[in-house]
């Protein structure tokens, strides 16, 4: 008897799997809060140098002769090709005569130099965030991204620790205490008296964050039967998407960086006190060689499944029976080396980190740029989420009744198309530019939303928070590499589209070459082959003959 066939035993989808899913799904709900946070405390409002130039007069948030204002801005602040004012310079003395439209002026009276006496800021959106905070404008400008590039590095470092010690004490407890972190250094990030201060603590919450996503991702899918596994992925993909929602909510409420800040950490005490009541993973006490533990957690789910008669039934010579692979698979050590000890491993993680590492880099090079669009901040953020909706039910009709593979390499390539297609749109057709981006990221949502369950399912019980880790890590790393390509656009305006449109189209030709795993038993052990190994559709053209495919596949 296999594992699923005792979990069918047991209640393979009854009350306690509905409750588990349920209290697993509400952390992931506030993730996408954090993930893209710093698209509200760290948006960049209008700006100029502060003027402290014409007697003791200045034009503050307070003052209200606004006909004053504009000509005390006129005299003191150059103006740049759009006949905006210059963000980062003013005159070195008034300027009067620019008073007078038909007045002339030299060289020397129009010396300009740097802001000196700090900026003003246009408060009408956002009433503080930490670019106001600390002036990360102008010359500190790029600081802005490295605050980005910090927390996306916690969270890289974050998916390798905690994918370990995962495998090694657990998900139950990991997931207990990247809740308890989250909390504590997010809301310890909205008391930060400087940025380096608040640079560390945004690391430290990157961290936790992995741990919540890794941990929840696998008690999910280790405790739900085979043919419901994409249902759970789909409820899981669809908090993430309703966190956008809630962030963009949460932000227009509060314009205040440090408010926001604490409004998405504290939630998380309440996930830590409500996290021991989870049930740790019965797959994964097995192989850890704890049998007498997977009995009671077996049984307690068939108590609260209203099967108490057959969870008693149970015994441990029956789960040394039905759990052989498991508990053989316990008196070996396995590490990182394992990802790739193995053909058919070593092709699946080769695979896996094309995938992970193109959806995440195409994915938030189109989310962390929302200020660019030129239309609402908030709006924006909403149809963002929105386009998450019909994009994640579409994959995952896809995913039960076509595959997943398909679906993977579906949505991958149609995001890199949609990506190139706005290099040949021109830049005053904002609607048609904006239309395809939100498309892009709704196929990359999309593939984000397969690629969870799908790694879940191609790795063994053994290595399968090791494997989520590492692959993760290469997503992590996609995040961080993200804004980099930005800078490429000053040799060539439409080489960071090219970029992130041609990483997940050479992604999804890759998916092409994984086994399908749908209706498929999880392999619990590393000699156990994943899914359906025949040769891949791509393989006839490219003369590719897979040598793991058996006799029995290929007929």
């Known amino acids: 008897m296999t594992f699923a066939e005792l979990l069918e035993q047991v209640g393979s989808m009854g009350r306690f799997q509905i409750i588990h899913v349920t209290l697993l799904v509400l952390p992931i709900l506030l993730m996408a809060s954090h993930n893209i946070l710093q698209n509200f405390t760290a948006a960049t409002p209008g700006h100029h140098c502060h003027i402290a130039i014409v007697a003791n007069y200045t034009c503050d948030d307070n003052f209200t002769d606004v006909l004053y204002c504009q000509e005390l801005l006129r005299i003191s602040i150059p103006v740049d090709g759009n006949q905006q004012p210059e963000k980062c310079l003013r005159f070195i003395s008034a300027q ?265 880099f195409a994915y938030y090079g189109l989310a962390m740029d929302l200020q660019n669009f030129g239309v609402s901040i908030y709006l924006i953020q909403v149809v963002y989420g929105a386009v998450d909706i019909p994009a994640k039910l579409i994959g995952f009709f896809m995913i039960s009744f076509i595959g997943r593979r398909v679906t993977q390499a579906s949505a991958l390539i149609l995001a890199g198309l949609a990506i190139l297609a706005n290099i040949f749109v021109p830049q005053d057709l904002q609607t048609l530019r904006t239309l395809l981006a939100v498309f892009g990221k709704g196929c990359l949502a999309a593939s984000f939303n397969c690629a969870f369950l799908y790694t879940g399912e191609l790795y063994p019980t053994v290595i399968r928070q090791t494997g989520m880790g590492f692959v993760n890590t290469l997503a992590r790393v996609g995040g961080i590499v993200a804004p980099l390509v930005q800078m490429t656009s000053e040799y060539l305006p439409s080489l960071p589209l090219i970029i992130y449109g041609a990483a997940p189209i050479v992604s999804g030709i890759t ?15 590393i ?29």
């Not at 998916?511 to 052990?525: A, G, I, Q, S």
Request: charged share 15%; hydrophobic share 40%.
């Open 96 to 360: 009067w005569q620019l008073l007078d439209p038909n007045a002339t002026t030299n060289g020397t009276e129009m010396d300009m130099e740097p802001c000196m006496d700090g900026w003003i800021y246009d408060k009408t959106v956002f009433t503080s965030t930490i670019i106001t905070e600390w002036d990360l404008v102008c010359g500190s400008r790029t600081l802005k991204q490295m605050a980005q590039s910090i927390y996306m590095a916690g969270v890289l470092v974050g998916a390798i620790v905690f994918g370990s010690l995962s495998d090694k004490f657990g998900r139950k407890s990991l997931l207990i205490w990247s809740c308890l972190q989250m909390a504590i250094t997010g809301s310890c990030a909205a008391y930060s008296s400087n940025f380096t201060m608040y640079c560390v603590f945004r690391f430290l919450t990157g961290m936790a964050l992995s741990g919540i996503n890794l941990n929840c991702a696998s008690l999910s899918v280790e405790w739900t039967p085979t043919k419901l596994r994409a249902a759970v992925g789909m409820v899981t993909g669809y908090s993430y998407s309703i966190g956008q929602f809630i962030l963009a909510g949460l932000a227009y409420v509060i314009p205040d960086w440090r408010w926001l800040q604490l409004a998405v950490s504290v939630p998380y005490f309440i996930f830590f006190f409500y996290g021991w009541w989870f049930t740790e993973s019965a797959r994964w006490l097995a192989t850890a060689g704890k049998l007498n533990q997977a009995l009671k957690e077996m049984q307690k789910v068939a108590r609260i499944n209203g099967r108490k008669e057959e969870g008693d039934k149970l015994s441990i010579e029956d789960l040394r029976a039905s759990l052989q692979k498991e508990m053989s698979s316990a008196k070996s050590t396995h590490t990182a080396a394992d990802l790739v000890r193995t053909q058919s491993v070593r092709r699946i993680s080769c695979c896996l980190c094309f995938i992970w590492f193109s959806t995440s």
């Open 511 to 525: 998916t092409c070459f994984l086994p399908e795993t749908r209706n498929m038993p999880l392999p619990d052990t």
């Open 527 to 555: 000699e156990d082959k994943p899914g359906n190994l025949y040769t891949p559709p791509l393989a006839p053209l490219i003369g590719y003959t897979s040598p793991l495919a058996s006799a029995e596949c290929r007929a």
